[in-house]
């Protein structure tokens, strides 16, 4: 009891900062109502291109579009409230560029802690509810054999699949302190493998296949859950059984950002201003 009391006193800071920033985007109203539509608009554009592919070709890489529907559900709303949370260490650059990093040195908080919660985009939700509801209509369009087993792949999925994409955003900007001006080359992989996540990973060359189904393991985030919650029969160097390793893909993916931003942190000398 007592420790749930201290580390509600620890996080007071940061649930009044996020507060504010939330209460500062609704005072807006129209441009808040704006922002959300055109986020939505966006993952429904990127929803209809899968499904153009999807209309012509039938099937790609032995995936329909309803299972596609399925893989694009979980990818979509895993990586939108990872966004939701962390999407907010692109910023990064920004504050090294600026040296303005080193005021949140002053402050008796945790850097990560205050760069994450530094800010907050509610128009991330829209791009959460559109992989909510594909998520919802892919397990409902699909031949699902529902048990305790697969009610518990759908959620190992889902946590998984947020904590990988949130230990990317925490990676690429370890990578920053290293970089100059480097953001777009780290959002290569970051968005890009959110991208990739959103395609059926039995066509990706081996290349990519290493990157991101190995080093930066986008692909047990929806493609491997999915084929083996539907029994497909998955790629050759992505077997339908590897969809329950999706917590060890996702342990991986934090030790490599905890790894990226410790070296990071202490390799950074200040703004020098």
């Known amino acids: 009891m ?72 979980l990818a979509e709303f895993s990586f939108s409230i990872a966004d939701l949370f962390f999407g907010h260490c692109d910023s990064l650059p920004t504050y090294l560029r600026a040296g303005t990093l080193d005021v949140f040195y002053l402050r008796p908080q945790p850097l990560l802690l205050q760069l994450v919660t530094s800010d907050i985009s509610l128009r991330r939700l829209a791009r959460a509810t559109v992989g909510a509801v594909c998520l919802v209509a892919g397990l409902a369009a699909n031949d699902v054999e529902w048990s305790v087993g697969a009610v518990v792949l759908v959620a190992l999925a889902i946590v998984s699949g947020i904590v990988t994409f949130s230990a990317l955003f925490v990676t690429a900007a370890g990578l920053q302190f290293f970089l100059i001006d480097g953001a777009e080359l780290t959002n290569a992989f970051v968005y890009g493998g959110r991208y990739a996540a959103t395609q059926p990973a039995s066509v990706w060359p081996r290349g990519i296949v290493v990157l991101f189904g190995m080093a930066f393991p986008v692909a047990f985030t929806a493609y491997l859950p999915t084929v083996t919650l539907l029994g497909l029969p998955g790629s050759e160097w992505l077997p339908a059984w590897l969809g329950w390793c999706a917590p060890l893909a996702a342990l991986w993916a934090v030790g490599v950002a905890g790894l990226a931003w410790r070296v990071g942190v202490r390799h950074y000398q200040g703004g020098g201003g």
């Open 2 to 73: 007592a420790e749930s009391s201290a580390l509600a006193v620890r996080l007071r800071p940061y649930r009044a900062v996020l507060v504010s920033r939330m209460r500062s985007q609704r005072s807006y109203r129209a441009s808040f109502r704006i922002d959300v539509v055109g986020t939505m608009l966006v993952g429904v554009i990127e929803l209809a291109e899968i499904w153009v592919l999807f209309h012509g070709a039938g099937q790609i890489g032995g995936v329909s579009f309803t299972q596609m529907l399925l893989v694009f559900g």
